[in-house]
């Protein structure tokens, strides 16, 4: 005689349960997915934001974000995978983003910045173009221009700076300052290895490994390089310790360079506040771009 199985007692009625939705993920979720990932691709790597959307960069788009036909322009690039909401953590700690306290404080416009980058050699190229046109369709004279970038947005940039645009004004000749915070600050030549090894260089000896015409950069000599660091990650650590032998080791078998040789250095402890939004970076960036 047959025996009902209802599905509290774990029969094939459970299967079919586990087979519909693995058929609903596979039949749906994938799909989908690669739509949005295929989106993705199709967009531009760097994008102008405002309210919330991508926006061309054109005069009607740049007047809406100068505020009092202010000159100063602050430029702010998130990290890889980072948009306008990457400026707003730790801003209950602090009350206000850099951006918005530079624009009551000093007078600047913050420019907020969409990056989808994933260390291409092109993304160089497409933020030194976008910067040309936004200096080329703002409302008045850019005066001052100064890019704060966070994690390896500062090698996006550093990069960029070293790409001199066509155009009657080179967004280049105005920038005064580069704010990195968190970008490491050592790079050598080779291909990106994946695994552990990779991330304790990037962690513990803030070593990135990078194309070599990444490295043959030079400092312009009219911008001040300033790098933001975790005061922590200067520290010794046991791990690091442990550790240190192996990494001096590998810095002596390959070819390492301070990507940054005029840098500034300051330090922070993020053990309360992470680097975006820290009290202290607030008052250095008012002292910075006063």
Do not use: K
């Not at 008045?140 to 994690?151: D, F, M, S």
């Not at 500062?154 to 105005?174: E, F, N, S």
């Amino acid at each position: 005689m047959a025996v009902p199985i209802s599905p509290d007692h774990g029969g094939p009625s459970d299967g079919l349960v586990r087979l519909g939705r693995w058929l609903a993920g596979r039949v749906v979720v994938e799909p989908l997915a690669r739509i949005a990932g295929d989106a993705r691709r199709q967009r531009p790597s760097l994008s102008l934001r405002v309210d919330g959307h991508d926006r061309a960069v054109e005069p009607g788009v740049a007047a809406r974000l100068a505020r009092d036909a202010s000159g100063r322009v602050l430029v702010l690039v998130p990290a890889s995978g980072g948009d306008e909401r990457t400026w707003r953590r730790g801003v209950d700690g602090t009350g206000a983003t850099y951006g918005d306290r530079l624009a009551a404080v000093l007078g600047w416009s913050p420019v907020p910045l969409r990056h989808d980058g994933a260390g291409d050699p092109e993304d160089g190229l497409v933020l030194g173009a976008l910067l040309q046109r936004l200096v080329e369709s703002w409302p008045v004279p850019v005066t001052r221009l100064v890019l704060v970038a966070e994690g390896d947005a500062g090698l996006l940039v550093r990069g960029a700076l070293a790409v001199r645009q066509p155009g009657c004004r080179p967004w280049t000749d105005l920038v005064t300052e580069l704010v990195m915070l968190g970008t490491p600050q050592l790079g050598t030549a080779g291909e990106p290895r994946p695994g552990i090894g990779r991330r304790l260089e990037e962690d513990l000896a803030g070593l990135v490994v990078v194309g070599p015409e990444v490295l043959d950069v030079p400092p312009l000599g009219h911008v001040d390089y300033l790098v933001v660091t975790d005061r922590a990650a200067s520290r010794p650590h046991p791990v690091g310790r442990a550790l240190g032998g192996l990494l001096r080791w590998r810095r002596r078998s390959r070819r390492v360079h301070d990507l940054f040789p005029t840098a500034e250095r300051f330090e922070v402890s993020t053990r309360a506040h992470p680097l975006v939004n820290h009290p202290e970076i607030h008052d250095a960036l008012l002292r910075w771009l006063a």
